[in-house]
């Protein structure tokens, strides 16, 4: 297992100041096209920090691991290490001032912290509705609640302000974000947004108010502008800081573009798919999704692979949309079974090689969201797609990242906007996601990112991949069978007999406190009628004494292809069966190799 520092500044140690995910030359996608930015600034003495917490059942345990990391990354930015000249830390400053070296940058006096939820709603479908539950749709705004249900008072404006005119006390700063942390709950909507909700918040130039598909047609409409989204992104973001976003999610990406798939992405988030009569065993669990031709198999970007239910639109006179009716009509997969059986296509594990399945991915390219953090030109909701719903992105506006003032109306100037001073250098996002710890480390080479996600996920290229982040709802022949010992596997455990509604875990760790499963308690993993799942004890199998992950490939092929502007980490703790103690206790190393990559672009101390 590949060593993880701690945060801790420990005399003797070194810190390597920095520690770039390396760009992989070896990626498909392209960032051509991607408009740099004219802003020269490379160094700032303000943060603003943004924490997007996936809010789904199941990140409870996670949740409580970054609240108990996150002070380490605070008290490093207002007190900097001390360090040699070779950056071995010698202890850390008080008040600014090294006892002995030098500070290994200037301490920030000047910081905003935001937090987001992974939650967007239904995008058009049904499957998270609000009646009931709200934060299945927190919408990117910022989240203020506390865990008693309240509002975290320093944070009524939205966010957290540490400096002239804000919060003073370090500690209450540090109180707070945990009350923040704690506060985004497990209520959630499954389908997580993880990288959706962040560009909405931060870089979308006009933000939807709402999804809106009337019942009478399958057309979707993008209705408004989000006033708070505006004013919240305006009030939050400066145009002169340092911005490091932090991902925290133990699922991959699962959230449709409601207008892709000729404008029936949203249908991909819907109970009833249009088209299918197969049901998921009863009516109310909805029906299957169409397959995709028989080429998507073997050759899931041809042409040739596209989705047996455009079989339906064909047979509706609707051949102009682009697709050969006639091919479709005589491919052998569409003509015998064109939509899942019953036990194929479970709602839970939908949003997993899409192309390969259905025949169209109804998600977005992750160009969106790198052009998103590195393009001064990002596309507003009128041009993002072309008339039948392929993402085309025209970049047609001033990215909000890049300007040097913001539209706090909907009636403001939204596209076109003065540039601003930051660079590329001053936009830092960090991904903590499921994966075998012992394979994320500061200096990921091309071949670390191929045993990570395999030669090219986005080609469905996964040959040299690690067993544990193959994305499968059988059980992989690499790894311990489901009639294994639970501990067979230190990384995971086992596999599982998930009846293919579960994906396979990426790895597992150790529940500070075990919990008792009550029937009907989503959150937790063992209850009375559960499968044999290797997070239960064996010896009580209604007590869930490990916390999972799912391969996270989405977002850590963000990061692989955003370069050095991206740290990756597990959200399983390197100690997977002591997560809360010792040294590299939760997520202190993912806070040290942000702080590192973050000590690049702070200002430098004064000598």
């Keep these: 297992m590949a060593a993880v520092i701690s945060l801790a500044a420990c005399k003797g140690e070194t810190v390597p100041l920095g520690g770039p995910v390396n760009v992989d030359p070896s990626s498909s996608t392209s960032v051509s096209g991607t408009a740099v930015p004219t802003g020269t600034l490379t160094h700032s003495g303000k943060v603003d920090l ?8 199941s990140m409870g345990d996670k949740q409580e691991l970054l609240r108990q990391s996150i002070p380490d990354l605070v008290r490093r930015l207002v007190a ?26 200037a301490p920030v006096t000047d910081l905003h912290v935001g937090v987001l939820t992974s939650s967007l709603g239904n ?15 927190d919408r990117a705004h910022l989240v203020t609640r506390s ?49 959706e909700s962040w560009y909405r918040f931060l870089v979308e130039p006009d933000p939807y108010h709402e999804i809106v598909r009337p019942e009478a047609s399958a ?15 305006h009030d939050f973001l400066r145009p002169d800081s340092l911005l490091s976003l932090i991902v925290l999610t133990d699922e991959d990406d699962s959230t449709v573009d409601p207008l892709s798939f000729y404008g029936n992405g949203w249908a991909f988030a819907n ?31 041809s042409d040739a692979c596209t989705s047996c239910g455009f079989k339906q639109m064909c047979e509706y006179g609707m051949p102009a949309l682009g697709f050969d009716c006639d091919a479709i009509a005589s491919d052998p997969v569409c003509a015998a079974e064109p939509y899942y059986g019953a036990k194929d296509d479970d709602l839970n594990v939908r949003f997993f090689h899409m192309k390969r399945r259905f025949g169209v991915d109804p998600q977005y390219p992750l160009q969106r969201y790198v052009h998103g953090l590195l393009s001064a030109k990002v596309p507003n909701r009128f041009t993002d797609h072309d008339a039948n719903g392929k993402y085309v992105a025209a970049h047609t506006c001033d990215n909000p990242i890049y300007a040097a003032a913001l539209p706090a109306l909907p009636t403001d100037e939204l596209c076109h906007l003065p540039p601003g001073p930051r660079s590329q250098k001053l936009v830092v996002l960090t991904v903590i ?49 489901p009639t294994a010992a639970n501990d067979a596997d230190p990384v995971h455990g086992r596999e599982r007999n998930t009846q293919k509604s579960d994906l396979q875990y990426a790895c597992t760790f150790a529940l500070e406190t075990p919990r008792e499963c009550a029937t009907g308690d989503t959150s937790c993993e063992c209850e009375p009628e559960s499968n044999d799942n290797v997070l239960c004890d064996l010896a009580s199998p209604n007590t869930q004494v490990r916390a999972k992950a799912y391969p996270g490939i989405r977002p850590l092929q963000l990061a692989r292809l955003l370069g050095d502007n991206a740290v990756a980490s597990s959200i399983c703790p390197p100690n997977p069966d002591a997560p809360a103690t010792g040294p590299n206790l939760a997520y202190r190393g993912a806070m040290n190799q942000l702080g590192d990559r973050m000590a690049r672009s702070l200002l430098p101390a004064s000598k």
């Design 50 to 57: 943004l924490l997007m917490i996936d809010n789904s059942a």
């Design 80 to 105: 900097p290490n001390c360090v040699d000249g070779s950056g071995r830390v010698l202890g850390r400053s008080e008040g600014g001032v090294c006892a002995s070296g030098s500070l290994e940058y």
């Design 123 to 137: 995008r058009g479908g049904d499957v998270c509705p609000e009646v009931g539950n709200p934060q299945t749709n």
């Design 147 to 195: 865990a008693s249900g309240g509002t975290v008072a320093n944070a009524a404006s939205g966010f957290l302000s540490f400096g002239p005119g804000g919060i003073t006390d370090v500690q209450v700063l540090e109180d707070d974000i945990g009350a923040l942390v704690s506060g985004v709950g497990v209520n959630g909507c499954g389908l997580e947004a993880q990288l």
């Design 219 to 233: 057309e979707i409409a993008l209705v408004g502008t989000d006033a708070t989204v505006l004013r919240q992104r």
């Design 271 to 301: 109970k009833m798919f249009p088209g299918s009569k197969t049901f998921r065993g009863s009516s109310g669990a909805g029906t299957t999704a169409a397959r995709g031709t028989s080429a998507c198999a073997t050759e899931p970007l």
């Design 433 to 481: 996601a499921g994966a075998p710890p012992e394979l994320l480390h500061p200096n990921m080479s091309s071949t670390d990112w191929m045993v990570l996600l395999g030669q090219n996920p986005e080609a469905y290229n996964f040959s040299g991949i690690d067993p544990h982040m193959v994305q499968s709802t059988d059980p992989r022949p690499a790894l311990p069978p």
